[in-house]
């Protein structure tokens, strides 16, 4: 059975939407928690009751039960990471969550409606608060003497424990709280395919972002159910045909020169993690490659690819 | 006062969010009144009470003011659409909108959630019905010898009823029943820009769509406040120097080959017709000239430009 681009965009961007089924999205959002933090009257991340019911009497969180908000308190950026680093640290310690168990130290930030840092958070944490994260995807590509376009596409290390064997974008990462993603895009470039800082400063186009909610199951690792919310700022780099991405790390087991038709012959048998399979959607809309002659779905990939977040983005 | 990207955004994507302020939206969403069409319990459209108010009483209509929904009635597409045309026509010599002066005979498309064919209807009159129409845009572009990017930009004829004298995308068209994107680009390239079909056909590529939910407003023509959702195919066209498109016939005044930044500055200037804005800025940010660094809002402008429709679309 061929997975269809619509069934690839539905398996990550999972959370209903309110105008295709109010009743669904009702019965989908009433069933969560907003985050919000002190003296901010709007959600910053949804998250699941099971996870809110271990903030009960911890200081520093105030449950509402009746209107199902948790609230992070703390007047200052500093005072709010501060305080959700000592829940985090204490939970990670009595082994709680499955998902800190992957802890990073690495911390992500969370932005409030006029773009201010309300907060940094661990980033393994990130899913328990259904907060949004950023990162940066590289699509790198090679156009052959004949004109043909050939995508270069990774094959994530066996090892990993998120994803692990499935297909990746040549560049991809998170970025962390103070990074711009910029930099952060020249530093994984250099990390996980060792392209000379030079090359990318000079050749990496920006062509926008791709946005989604996504539910987590189990192919994440960790709890199932929690709500990832997402950005993307994609990238665009046309490669020399004498320059071969290595892995610099052991993130990627190898590099493939793919065709179009083997990209999406690996896409339509799942092999791409989820939202490298929609960084690479969009990329080959942007390129004229899926167009709506062929592409029964082709209005709603389009929308779906940047969807309009619920939360304050950066 | 310059005009913002998201000024020019929130000028022609109206129509509020659902996510953004539940209570607006609940507001304004009941102000207006659904439209379906006989056996399939969807909207189609939002239409004002004071264009539904007309239909009442009139054969084919159906008013139900409790749950404020307008039905068509008709079995097939073909019953459905004499009917509208039976209406409409009456209403065009009774003289009743103002938007069916500019009868154009020429028929849009209304299609249901399984992409069939609902019903065709009068171009002018689809504002009435608030339905989703479908229009191509292309952005024409010469690169020069030193590698600066120009952008072809015409201006409309200052007689043209609607938007006259702002500046507009190189070729910009709306999609009839029956034709599809590609033809209708085809036939607009000819006609709007002296485009011969053989570069058209070679040299345009597919670049995604661009979506918005528009309020009419008195730059349009014809009544205010009327709905109107809309799905436009956009494409690129890289074109030699040498070749100047041409006016071919009287919607143009003129044709001109500005910078990036003097295309920029017209926008802040408000130069623009508004959805023609938004295929501009769609195509800086895929080319890498708007990004993040340079624009406060790049990630709600992304996601803005590409808005999920709340009525099926083909």
Known sequence: ??????????????????????????????????????????????????????????????????????????????????????????????????????????????????????????????PLFGVVTYGVHLSAYVRTKEGEMKIWTPRRARTKQTYGGLLDNAVAGGIASGESPWESLVRECGEEASLSEDLVRSKVKAAGTVTYFHIRTSKAGGETGLLQPECQYVYDLELPEDVIPKPGDDEVEEFYLWSVDEVREAMARGEFKPNCALVVLDFLIRHGIITNETERDYIEIVSRLHRRLEFPTL
């Not at 209903?16 to 002190?38: G, H, K, M």
């Not at 199902?68 to 959700?84: D, N, P, V, Y």
């Not at 969550?97 to 911390?107: G, P, Q, S, T």
């Open 1 to 126: 059975m061929a997975i269809s681009n619509l069934d690839l965009i539905n398996d990550c961007d999972g959370f209903p939407y309110y105008q295709a089924d109010p009743d669904l999205y009702a019965a989908s959002v009433c069933t969560y928690f907003e985050l919000r933090v002190q003296d901010h009257d709007y959600a910053v991340g949804y998250m699941l009751p099971s996870v809110v019911e271990v903030f009960r009497e911890v200081p520093s969180w105030t449950i509402d039960d009746e209107d199902r908000i948790l609230t992070l308190a703390g007047k200052t950026t500093e005072e709010r990471s501060a305080a959700i680093k000592t829940t985090l640290e204490a939970l990670r310690m009595t082994g709680h969550f499955k998902v800190l168990e992957k802890w990073r130290d690495e911390l992500y930030p969370v932005y409030g409606r006029n773009k201010e840092l309300l907060f940094n958070v661990e980033r393994c944490a990130s």
